[in-house]
């Protein structure tokens, strides 16, 4: 009966951690990543992304040396800069005319996909593929 209980309580622990249904990963797999493969200073920021084209959902941008962002994103172009803040790329950006609000985001490498986390590390996370 004890390995019973414990067969399945390795079975819901496991379920807890494997990706869901729409694709995101659970929280203790973007915890095991961010240890992997954080980006935790500029040196590194600039190493691994600038200067590379990051897609999400089909829309594309650079990340510039020189601290612009620019890209054709959706049809309507986007425009920004970028710095380097205490662990974060910190942006102002818009997407045609429209201006985005200022966020600073923690990005995690894994592979040839980014995971970068708003409001620094605190909000939402979505995925770049890296190219």
């Known amino acids: 009966m004890r390995a019973l209980l414990l067969t399945a309580a390795l079975g819901l622990l496991t379920a807890c951690m494997s990706p869901t249904s729409d694709g995101d990963s659970s929280m203790a797999d973007k915890a095991s990543m961010a240890a992997d493969g954080a980006v935790t200073t500029e040196a590194q920021f600039r190493e691994t992304l600038v200067g590379r084209t990051l897609t999400f959902e089909g829309k594309s941008l650079v990340v510039n040396a020189d601290g612009t962002i620019s890209g054709p994103w ?29 966020d600073c985001q923690v990005w995690t490498l894994d592979g ?20």
């Not at 710095?83 to 201006?99: F, P, Q």
């Open 74 to 102: 959706d049809g309507q172009g986007i425009t920004g800069t970028w710095t380097w803040n205490d662990g974060a790329v910190c942006r102002d950006a818009k997407i045609g005319s429209r201006v985005l609000a200022p």
């Open 112 to 131: 040839s996909t980014a995971i970068v986390t708003r409001d620094r590390g605190n909000g939402a996370s979505f995925v770049y593929t890296i190219s």
